[in-house]
């Protein structure tokens, strides 16, 4: 019998960034608290390579840390967070006798590697290759869940792959929250009332589609619509067709700035609730995702969506949406919301309340019920859109036989993700001899017993080495190698 139910909260417990992924964990969380007997004892845990595995027992509400004793014949590990640290401790979970199951919040770095910077595609598929050959994984959707089944499929990973899947819940209050409002946001969010708002809300990334729905808003101004666009995200990096300070700055200097122009950066989720409640339509413009959580925020809310015509929001949204054809040009985009207009002075739009939106005790009872009553999905597929996905698809194992080959490899970016990059290349009995930052005042340190170096006392004149660049700033710092004679993929990645 059952007694316990280990939670890895590792990632969302070092940085809670307030996107998708972490209001899913702590989602999840508070509904498995919810649903579980009280026979059952829910303890949130943490990976960490220097302290092993500890248990975080009333996480979110504090960080307070205490020794985890496993018995492994009646607990089970339930991998919630999307911890790229996993791969160090895989040998560890798989000899433990625990059962472990893995929650899959998408497979984007790996499928569409063009939004997303090389060294985590990698860092990525070594992780999902980790999850894989433990056995159970369970996807917040049926596409995510169709995708890992077509790349267990293509690269012949694990025969015996379980997978099952779920659908997110939308109630951001059981997401353990943030509150409060900057006299800034105050003032914004008085500027838009009773205005007819148009909300997008994520990273500002490469995926987000961002910049064409900022142009097709300067066509709309321009032919006189009163309409605001307001973004909220934070500010994110920059991506093969997308240069994220051009865009951030047109953000600041704009002249509509503020006028029917908004931009939310990071701000807590009390502010975003009310920025649901006063939008008259959202606009989810990304290009893939592996579900797209604002849909249901602002589905639960009653407010009208617009969203770009892929299959996961076809999944997400059960067509309670009107869609716009999948294309870069932002005349789709005018065009959409020129109908939308339409259909809303007929009162005839989509509505998104007939979506079904469980919550996360619900959520969280479907998990269970996969993992006791073993329902894994046995008639997957592959996606619809497969065979354009599979014409981009990589797999990342040629790096590690190149990266045994180099007698050096340098990680550049002594920080978090840095940090991350180097537990991976750890799990893969890679050794890393020194780390590059820009920031001057680390240079000459000790940053995870690894020597740190300017790139200005670095001698690239050597080729012994491979460079991993571990920053969001991936293309500034990929523009500074080439300018000292590197060549992408053959001196770094």
């Known amino acids: 019998m059952i007694k316990r139910i280990l939670i890895d909260v590792s990632n969302v ?20 608290r919810e649903t579980v007997d009280k026979k059952i004892e829910i303890i949130p845990v943490c990976l960490d390579k220097h302290n092993g595995i500890f248990a975080v027992k009333d996480f979110p509400y504090s960080k307070k840390k205490s020794e985890l004793y496993i018995e492994t014949n009646n607990t089970i590990f339930l991998g919630l967070d999307y911890n790229l640290g996993l791969p160090l401790f895989k040998q560890i979970l798989a000899g433990s006798g625990l059962n472990t199951y893995f929650i899959l919040h998408d497979m984007i770095p790996n499928t569409h590697p063009e939004y997303d910077w090389p060294t985590h595609s990698f860092l990525h598929w070594v992780w999902f290759k980790s999850i894989v050959s433990l056995g159970k994984i369970i996807t917040v959707s049926k596409y995510v869940a169709q995708e890992a089944y077509a790349l267990n499929k293509k690269f012949k990973l694990n025969e015996s792959l379980q997978i099952g899947w779920f659908r997110n819940a939308a109630d951001i ?18 500027a838009i009332d009773k205005k007819t708002n148009f909300l997008m809300v994520g990273t500002i990334e490469p995926k987000r589609g961002y910049n064409q729905v900022l142009s097709a808003f300067e066509n709309l101004w321009k ?9 909220v995200g934070k500010k994110g990096w920059s991506g093969k067709d997308f240069d994220i300070e051009k865009f951030t700055n047109k953000l600041e200097t704009h002249p509509l700035k503020n ?18 409640s006063k939008s008259t339509c959202l606009i989810q413009a990304s290009f893939i995702e592996g579900f797209g959580l604002p849909i249901i925020e602002a589905a639960k809310k009653g407010t009208p969506l617009i969203v770009r015509d892929i299959p996961i929001f076809r999944e997400v949204t059960e067509n309670h949406a009107l869609f716009f054809k999948n294309s870069k040009d932002p005349a789709v985009i005018v065009e959409v919301i020129e109908k939308w207009f339409d259909l809303y002075k007929k009162k005839s739009l989509p ?22 009553e073993e329902k894994w999905d046995v008639n997957l597929s592959e996606p619809n859109n497969w065979v354009e996905t599979e014409k981009k698809l990589e797999t990342f194992d040629f790096l590690v036989e190149k990266l045994k080959k180099k007698n050096n490899i340098v990680i550049f970016g002594a920080g978090g993700a840095g940090n991350k990059t180097l537990g991976v290349l750890e799990s893969l009995g890679l050794k890393i001899n020194l780390f590059l930052d820009n920031n001057e005042k680390k240079n000459n340190t000790i940053f995870e017993g690894i020597p740190v170096v300017h790139p200005s006392n670095f001698d690239f004149s050597k080729k012994d080495y491979f460079i991993l660049i571990a920053s969001m700033w991936r293309n500034e710092i990929a523009n500074q190698l080439k300018s000292y004679g590197l060549k992408e993929l053959i001196d770094f990645l």
Not at 173 to 189: F, S
């Open 13 to 32: 417990y070092e940085n809670d960034n307030k996107t998708g992924i972490p209001r899913v964990v702590k989602g999840v969380l508070s509904g498995l």
């Open 173 to 190: 209050a059981n997401t353990t929250p943030t509150m409060g409002l900057t006299e800034k946001e105050k003032q914004m969010l008085k």
């Open 223 to 231: 032919k006189k619509y009163d309409i605001n666009l307001i973004i």
């Open 259 to 276: 006028k029917n122009l908004f931009w939310f950066e990071g701000p807590s989720d009390e502010v975003l609730d009310i920025l649901y």
């Open 351 to 372: 509505n998104a309340r007939n979506i079904h939106i469980p919550s996360w005790k619900e959520a969280s009872e479907k998990i269970l019920e996969i993992i006791f």
